[in-house]
Each structure stands twice: as structure tokens, then as C-alpha cells.
């Protein structure tokens, strides 16, 4: 097979790959792995074989490097050296592989535009199999999930009938919902609210957007709401859209307007308890190692060790705080890096949004950072940076905005 045959096949393999990653990532793991591990080895041969080992010139190409560098110290500090060694590889290069493929493989607006549609997609089947679950079966089409705390049966001093738990979809958590919510529908409702496409399009993302953020309500994950809220509250101010700032009002309203029995978990102490049990075991283990850290994907490990309660030595846990936890585990030069990298997409999204001509695709990018952001604020109170599909997601984001802005500027 010569270069030429075997670039064209690649190439569309590849795409295909990237389609698959974004339609299955919410339901898949499998699915989306084998597709990355695919589409990153064609990709590495097809450099290989062309003698083009360099990487294509985007905004973060410094950030990133400096991002890989400054998390290198932290295994200086480790007692897990294989799983450190192990998640240098898995969670951290495999995303900065995947974000250089997904750049240099989204070359054209065909591509782009035909990535958004299979994203849509997988919005619409998830949104479906989240309502199926809360409304009639009470598990989830995909994965057989039960709906979270679910309650199917009517309360002894409640007249508001059955409370169905909180919708989970196709994730095990309501907060990885809300999580994967937060970054989809934003650049749905952009669609939907601004003038950028024709109007049977927008009639379509505004039914879809309704749709998804009555999932996020029926979710009721708080730390997705703060992200929801500072997010929706600078689309309003940047974009002159007041009414946006009364409808998000509402919505928090709601609940308590209609009484509805699920409004208690809004108030309730318990999670946030927990939080700050895991936050302040959490802030034990930065401690000792605070400028380099204890080592890459060691703070499971360590919290187990480190917790004083009845479960001492036996059961490790996640921070709940992406940041504490990141801390921890690369000291403060690697959550430094972490940052500079995420600064530095906010401020090329941003510039180059107003920089393309093309109305629908500017708007994406612009809505895509903001969904991004709100991501971001959501994984200062969980997991997001550390569940598998969620990560994935994260840095397709990242690698489809600098994608758009390859095609549309710097093509």
C-alpha cells in the first residue's frame, strides 16, 4: 500500500473515530477507548510514514508542553511509581495525543459540520433514555442504571404523589450528567437563541436545549447549578440578553413555587458533609508534598490511608474538588500548569470567536469555551477531571475549538 492510499484511509478511519468517540463516550467506555487507541496509532504511523514527526501549530501547543512539564516533578515524590507511571500515560498523553489528532484531522468545515450532527445525536439519544428513565422505567436503556435515590412509592405526609429519584441516564451519578449537560448545552442553546443558522434549525436546537435543561432541573446536582449560574449570568451581560438572567430566576424557583418533594435534597447537608470530610483528608494530603506533590493518581490511594474514620486503610476515595485533588497529586507547579493551560484556550476561544466571519461557527466556538467554563466551575465541587467519558469530553472540547479556529483562520 503506498502513502498515498494508505493517508486517504487513515484519514477516514480516523474521522470516524472521532465521530464514535463523541456519539458513544456518554454510554461507552469501550467504544470510545478502542476508537482513541485507534485513531491515535493511525495517526502516529501516518507521521511516521510521511517522515512528519512535527506537531501542527496551535495556541496551546507551549501551554501544553509547559502543562506535561510541570506535572513531571510530582514523581520525585511518589510511592506508586507504577501507578504513576501508568497514569502519565492513560490520562494525561493519551488526551494531549487525542487533542493533536482531533486539530489535524478536523481540516475541513464538512468534517466540523458533520461532527456537530453525530454530537447531537448522542445529545438526543441521552436526553431520551434520562426522561424513559426518570418517567416510566426507572433504569436507564443503555445501562440499566436506576434513577439516583429512587423512591417509587407514594411519601406517608406528602400529597405530591411519587418521587422518582434524580435522572442519571446513562451515567452512573446525577452529577456526571449534569457534568456532560453542562458542556453540550450551552452550544445547543446558542443555536437556538442567537441568529446564526436558519430558522428551522433553530426551532430544532430550541426544542433540543428545552429538553436538556429540564434534565439538568430534574438532576439536581448543586455544583453544577453554580456553574450554570456564573455561566449563564455572563452569557446574559456579554450578549445583552436580560431575559436570560429572569429565565434562570425561574427555573431556580421552581421548585420551591410547586413545592415539589424533591426541593428538600436542595438544602440537604448530608453531600455537603461529605465534602468536607474528603476536602479537609484532602488538604492533609497536599500538605505534604505541596510544591511538587505525592505523585500522579496516588490521592485514592492516599486518602485511604490518610482518612480517620471507621474506613481507615480500607477505602480510598476521590476529592470531590478537582483542583484539591490535582494539588495533591502534581503540587502546585503542576495545578499551575493545569491553569495556565485552561487560561491560555479561554483566550484563544475567545479571540478568535470574534476574529471568524462565519456567524454559526464563531458562535460555537464562543458557546463551546463557555460550556467548558461552566464544566470547570462544576469540577470544583466533583469529580469531573477523573471520570473517564467526562475527561474525554473536556479535551474534545478543547481540540474541536482549536480545530474550528484552524479552518476558519488558519487554514
Given at each position: 500500500m503506498n502513502k498515498i492510499k494508505f493517508n486517504a484511509i487513515s484519514d477516514y478511519i480516523i474521522k470516524w473515530c472521532l465521530y464514535a468517540i463523541v456519539f458513544a463516550?456518554?454510554?461507552?467506555?469501550?467504544?470510545?477507548?478502542?476508537?482513541?487507541?485507534?485513531?491515535?496509532?493511525?495517526?502516529?504511523?501516518?507521521?511516521?510514514?510521511?517522515?512528519?514527526?512535527?506537531?501542527?501549530?496551535?495556541?496551546?501547543?507551549?501551554?501544553?508542553?509547559i502543562f506535561i512539564m510541570t506535572i513531571l516533578p510530582s514523581f520525585l515524590n511518589t510511592g506508586y511509581m507504577g501507578l504513576s507511571l501508568k497514569a502519565f500515560f492513560t490520562k494525561h498523553l493519551k488526551y494531549i495525543a487525542l487533542y493533536f489528532v482531533m486539530v489535524e484531522s478536523l481540516d475541513n468545515r464538512e468534517k466540523i459540520r458533520d461532527l456537530l450532527v453525530v454530537a447531537l445525536l448522542s445529545v438526543i439519544v441521552i436526553t431520551l433514555d434520562g426522561f424513559g428513565q426518570y418517567y416510566y422505567s426507572g433504569v436507564d436503556a443503555l445501562h440499566n442504571y436506576p434513577s439516583f435515590k429512587e423512591r417509587l412509592y407514594p411519601?406517608?405526609?406528602?400529597?405530591?404523589?411519587?418521587?422518582?429519584?434524580?435522572?442519571?441516564?446513562?451515567?452512573?451519578?446525577?452529577?456526571?450528567?449534569?457534568?456532560?449537560?453542562?458542556?453540550?448545552?450551552?452550544?445547543?442553546?446558542?443555536?437556538?437563541?442567537f441568529d446564526i443558522a436558519r430558522k428551522r434549525t433553530r426551532y430544532l436546537m430550541a426544542f433540543v436545549s428545552a429538553g436538556v435543561f429540564y434534565l439538568f432541573f430534574l438532576a439536581k446536582t448543586r455544583g453544577a447549578w453554580v456553574g450554570l449560574i456564573i455561566s449563564t449570568v455572563y452569557v446574559a451581560v456579554s450578549k445583552k440578553k436580560a431575559w436570560l438572567i429572569i429565565l434562570l430566576i425561574a427555573a431556580i424557583a421552581m421548585p420551591f413555587i410547586l413545592k415539589m418533594e424533591m426541593s428538600q435534597y436542595i438544602f440537604g447537608m448530608k453531600s455537603v458533609d461529605d465534602r468536607f470530610f474528603m476536602w479537609d483528608t484532602g488538604l492533609k494530603i497536599f500538605k505534604d508534598h505541596p510544591v511538587l506533590g505525592n505523585g500522579i493518581n496516588t490521592f485514592f490511594t492516599r486518602f485511604k490511608e490518610e482518612r480517620n474514620d471507621q474506613w481507615k486503610g480500607e477505602k480510598g476515595s476521590y476529592a470531590h474538588n478537582c483542583y484539591l485533588q490535582m494539588a495533591s497529586d502534581t503540587g502546585l507547579i503542576g495545578l499551575a500548569g493545569f491553569l495556565w493551560l485552561v487560561f491560555s484556550y479561554f483566550k484563544s476561544a475567545l479571540k478568535d470567536s470574534r476574529r471568524i466571519k462565519d456567524a454559526f461557527f464563531a458562535g460555537i466556538l464562543w458557546s463551546v469555551s463557555v460550556g467548558v467554563f461552566a464544566f470547570l466551575v462544576h469540577s470544583f465541587f466533583d469529580t469531573n477531571l477523573y471520570s473517564l467519558n467526562l475527561v474525554t469530553l473536556f479535551w474534545f472540547a478543547i481540540g474541536l475549538s482549536q480545530a474550528i479556529s484552524r479552518v476558519y483562520l488558519k487554514g
Amino acid at each position: 500500500m503506498n502513502k498515498i492510499k494508505f493517508n486517504a484511509i487513515s484519514d477516514y478511519i480516523i474521522k470516524w473515530c472521532l465521530y464514535a468517540i463523541v456519539f458513544a463516550v456518554p454510554f461507552s467506555k469501550s467504544i470510545s477507548e478502542f476508537s482513541i487507541a485507534l485513531a491515535i496509532a493511525l495517526w502516529f504511523i501516518r507521521k511516521i510514514l510521511n517522515s512528519d514527526i512535527r506537531l501542527v501549530k496551535t495556541d496551546l501547543n507551549v501551554p501544553v508542553l509547559i502543562f506535561i512539564m510541570t506535572i513531571l516533578p510530582s514523581f520525585l515524590n511518589t510511592g506508586y511509581m507504577g501507578l504513576s507511571l501508568k497514569a502519565f500515560f492513560t490520562k494525561h498523553l493519551k488526551y494531549i495525543a487525542l487533542y493533536f489528532v482531533m486539530v489535524e484531522s478536523l481540516d475541513n468545515r464538512e468534517k466540523i459540520r458533520d461532527l456537530l450532527v453525530v454530537a447531537l445525536l448522542s445529545v438526543i439519544v441521552i436526553t431520551l433514555d434520562g426522561f424513559g428513565q426518570y418517567y416510566y422505567s426507572g433504569v436507564d436503556a443503555l445501562h440499566n442504571y436506576p434513577s439516583f435515590k429512587e423512591r417509587l412509592y407514594p411519601l406517608p405526609d406528602s400529597t405530591e404523589g411519587f418521587f422518582r429519584g434524580f435522572p442519571t441516564a446513562s451515567f452512573p451519578f446525577p452529577n456526571d450528567l449534569s457534568a456532560w449537560i453542562l458542556l453540550f448545552i450551552f452550544p445547543i442553546a446558542s443555536v437556538a437563541i442567537f441568529d446564526i443558522a436558519r430558522k428551522r434549525t433553530r426551532y430544532l436546537m430550541a426544542f433540543v436545549s428545552a429538553g436538556v435543561f429540564y434534565l439538568f432541573f430534574l438532576a439536581k446536582t448543586r455544583g453544577a447549578w453554580v456553574g450554570l449560574i456564573i455561566s449563564t449570568v455572563y452569557v446574559a451581560v456579554s450578549k445583552k440578553k436580560a431575559w436570560l438572567i429572569i429565565l434562570l430566576i425561574a427555573a431556580i424557583a421552581m421548585p420551591f413555587i410547586l413545592k415539589m418533594e424533591m426541593s428538600q435534597y436542595i438544602f440537604g447537608m448530608k453531600s455537603v458533609d461529605d465534602r468536607f470530610f474528603m476536602w479537609d483528608t484532602g488538604l492533609k494530603i497536599f500538605k505534604d508534598h505541596p510544591v511538587l506533590g505525592n505523585g500522579i493518581n496516588t490521592f485514592f490511594t492516599r486518602f485511604k490511608e490518610e482518612r480517620n474514620d471507621q474506613w481507615k486503610g480500607e477505602k480510598g476515595s476521590y476529592a470531590h474538588n478537582c483542583y484539591l485533588q490535582m494539588a495533591s497529586d502534581t503540587g502546585l507547579i503542576g495545578l499551575a500548569g493545569f491553569l495556565w493551560l485552561v487560561f491560555s484556550y479561554f483566550k484563544s476561544a475567545l479571540k478568535d470567536s470574534r476574529r471568524i466571519k462565519d456567524a454559526f461557527f464563531a458562535g460555537i466556538l464562543w458557546s463551546v469555551s463557555v460550556g467548558v467554563f461552566a464544566f470547570l466551575v462544576h469540577s470544583f465541587f466533583d469529580t469531573n477531571l477523573y471520570s473517564l467519558n467526562l475527561v474525554t469530553l473536556f479535551w474534545f472540547a478543547i481540540g474541536l475549538s482549536q480545530a474550528i479556529s484552524r479552518v476558519y483562520l488558519k487554514g
